[in-house]
Every structure is written in C-alpha cells, then in structure tokens.
C-alpha cells in the first residue's frame, strides 16, 4: 500500500512569507507527528495527533509554527512569517496508536529553504 | 543538551566487513531504543530496536547491542553490503515521557566500498 506522502519536495520562499507544508499519512494509521532537521542535526519533534485528542504542540519552536489535522488524515503544518533558522527538511510520520510504542512510518519529507 | 549522541559523523568499510555505528545517551529513564536508517530524499525507515530489559536483538545481517551501566548501544552489520551505504540515526524513548516522543541522534553516515 502506500507510504506517507508529503508536498511539496521542495519549497524555495523568502523572508517573511508564509508557508504550508502537507502530509497524507498512511491509510489507518491514527497517530501522526511532525519533525524538522536541521542541517547537521538529528530529527526535531515538533507536534503530534492522535485520534480526535488534543495535540501534542510541545515541540513547536515558536508560535509562528502551527498544525492541523483535518478529520483525522491529512496534516498541514504552516509557518508564518518564514525566518532563514527555519531553513529545514520537515519530516511527517505516521504509525497506528496504542499503548505501547509503534514503529513510526515516515514520509520523504519537505525540503524547505528560506532566502 | 543532546541526550543521544552519535560521535561519529561518518564511517567507511569494505564491503563484507562489519560496520559497528555507536550510540550514547545521558538520559537513564530511555528505556527503548530503535535505529532508523535514511538514504537521500528519503524518509528515515526502522531498521531495528531494543528494549532495556535485553541487552542484544538480532535480526539477520543487524544485531544492537545495548550496555545499560555505560548508556551506549551499538549497531553491527556483518556482512556489510554496499546497498547498506546510507545515514543511520539512533533513536530512544522516555520512559517517564509520552511513549510516542522520540529522541534521535544526529546521524552516522556509512560507506560501504566495493
């Protein structure tokens, strides 16, 4: 079946613009989180969703960062008023929910450069 | 603080040797611990894991290995394969956290020479 998706590959903007990153997580899978890697680091944790519970946003460096997940599927993780720190590979993950750790499922990721 | 650190950025072997990628960590409460491996343009995909109650998990050519009084694990390939060739990150879970936080290191590129 197919993996977790995310658009776009690649996001080129400017300073101060905003923009929208998505994930289509794997078909069933209840759990979804957001990451970022920054150039020489490891992955980041930034959000997570699981059911209809309110997120986990412990991991959002500041409040230009936000997430949604719209009826349980896809995510759009938006951030606006872009800086150049921003500059980074967003990673989206999926993995089924209980109460023991399940293996997280990623997708390629969004390569995001901000000039 | 970087509670999971990856001293080595990169590793270079022959092809049929064994690669040994390290992993330490400060925080005492992780009691899970998984490698993820990543090539480029690609998403990190689980490899494999290992609870703190053991102290060695194999799974074919991959074998961690986990030395809880030292806080270290360790990743061996044996046989190396070129196809292994790619970015490994270790990972761990807090026990005393949410069992879905993932801590990683920041990666150790291997290379795998014909």
């Known amino acids: 079946g197919a993996g977790v998706s995310q658009s776009p590959s690649n996001k080129v903007t400017e300073k101060g613009k905003d923009v929208e990153l998505r994930c289509d997580p794997i078909s069933g899978h209840t759990a979804l989180y957001w990451y970022r890697q920054s150039l020489g680091q490891g992955l980041e944790f930034l959000i997570y969703?699981?059911?209809?519970?309110?997120?986990?946003k412990s991991g959002l460096p500041s409040d230009r960062f936000s997430a949604e997940r719209t009826g349980g599927s896809v995510s759009t993780l938006t951030i606006q008023r872009t800086q150049q720190e921003d500059s980074a590979v967003y990673l989206c993950?999926?993995?089924?929910?209980?109460?023991?750790?399940?293996?997280?499922?990623f997708g390629p990721g969004t390569r995001l450069t901000v000039l | 603080d970087q509670q999971v650190k990856q001293n080595s950025p990169s590793l270079s072997v022959q092809e049929g040797r064994i690669s040994i990628l390290n992993c330490d960590y400060t925080n005492s409460m992780f009691d899970y611990f998984l490698w993820y491996k990543k090539y480029p343009a690609e998403g990190p995909t689980f490899l494999i894991s290992?609870?703190?109650?053991?102290d060695k998990n194999e799974d074919g050519r991959f074998t961690v290995f986990l030395n809880k009084s030292a806080k270290h694990l360790s990743l061996h390939i044996v046989p190396s394969q070129p196809g292994d060739s790619a970015v490994y990150f270790c990972?761990?879970?807090?026990?005393?956290?949410?069992?879905?936080?993932?801590?990683f290191g920041k990666g150790t590129l291997l290379t795998v020479n014909p």
């Open positions: 290992i609870s703190s109650i053991k």
């Open positions: 969703f699981q059911g209809n519970s309110a997120p986990d």
């Open positions: 990972a761990a879970r807090d026990s005393g956290g949410s069992n879905y936080k993932l801590t």
């Open positions: 993950a999926s993995s089924l929910a209980g109460l023991n750790y399940n293996e997280q499922f």
